[in-house]
């Protein structure tokens, strides 16, 4: 059982409660949301309305929300690299190669069997309490809320964009200096797998500063300001500074001129993104106290990184 509670947006004024909540608290579907309407379990400013019945805005919400078990998928037995655990948040570092939700193709062996396998409990929340994703091959640390409360504060921290979270990437070509990209992101209008900069896409901010440059490659911090599928990786790649190792957004592989056979080696052996997630900041969902962790490079990163200063030294 967890109680949430919230104020309902002024914009929303007019609308029927039902459609309200769906809104205000995606994870819960709108039958589940009208049966607890139903049953007395939601009041607006202390009082229970019907599902039909339409808001003025401005008013204070709570819903009792029922745990129950909104997952099938099992826990498995995979190696999870825990940062940070309290009774409310689980904090973990992901590894590239690893998948984060179940799907097509990759029911099992994904980071929701390992957190299953950790903690059975987690089968009563959305998506195991995982609140944001990281794609298959970027690494780094990554928040799962342990109970509804911190599940519904994570959602609204990412929603308001109070969240921290920063990245490093290393690009092809040499930068000159940072910046901000703020283009608009959708599916692609040919294969619905890619995302792309279009004009009816939905809004999507990326800073960025150089961390370190070479004579053809830079490594650089990126700040997520929204967090949108593939965003550094269609963004970076937009102003023609691709990832290095990027199958999808990334061109076609090309050696870098005057390149070593090491740095060649480790070149063709990088078979990801070269996009890690070392920090991220959130208030407690409990405490409220700001928390912060970061994590440096893999072996993998820093290897490349290695070698692309070698290269430059030979």
């Given amino acids: 059982m967890a ?93 590239a190669g690893l998948v984060v939700h179940p799907a097509v193709g990759h029911w099992h062996g994904t980071l929701v069997n390992a957190l299953l396998n950790h903690d059975p409990s987690l089968k009563t929340l959305p998506r195991a309490g995982i609140v944001h994703r990281l794609d298959k091959d970027t690494s780094g640390l990554l928040m799962v809320a342990k109970t509804l409360q911190a599940h519904h504060s994570l959602s609204t921290q990412l929603q308001e964009r109070t969240i921290t979270r920063e990245y490093l990437a290393l690009v092809k070509g040499w930068m000159t200096a940072g910046g901000t ?59 023609n500074y691709p990832l290095i190792g990027d199958p999808v957004y990334g061109g ?7 390149c070593s056979e090491h740095l060649e080696e480790v070149l063709r ?21 700001y928390h912060e962790w970061e994590l440096g490079m893999p072996e993998d990163m820093v290897e490349l990184v290695n070698a692309i200063e070698q290269n430059e030294l030979d």
């Fill in 3 to 95: 109680i949430l509670t919230a104020k309902i947006p002024e914009e929303m004024a007019g609308m029927r409660l039902d459609q309200c909540l769906a809104e205000m608290f995606p994870d819960y579907s709108r039958s589940k949301l009208q049966t607890w309407i139903k049953a007395g379990r939601v009041t607006v400013n202390q009082k229970t309305l019907k599902a039909k019945d339409k808001i003025d805005g401005d008013e204070q919400v709570v819903l009792d929300a029922e745990a129950e078990e909104v997952l099938e998928h099992e826990g498995e037995e995979i190696p999870l690299e825990i940062i940070y655990e309290d009774d409310s948040l689980l904090i973990v570092n992901k590894p």
């Fill in 181 to 239: 990209i703020d283009e608009p992101l959708g599916r692609h209008h040919a294969d619905r797998k890619r995302h792309t900069v279009r004009d009816d896409g939905k809004h999507a901010v990326t800073h960025y500063r150089l961390e370190q440059r070479f004579k053809r490659h830079t490594l650089v911090r990126v700040k997520l300001e929204t967090g949108r599928t593939h965003q550094i990786r269609v963004h970076m790649a937009f102003i």
């Fill in 252 to 258: 076609r592989f090309q050696m870098p001129a005057n």
């Fill in 269 to 289: 052996n990088f078979k990801r993104q070269a996009l890690h997630a070392t920090k991220l900041g959130l208030q407690h969902p409990v405490t409220d106290e």
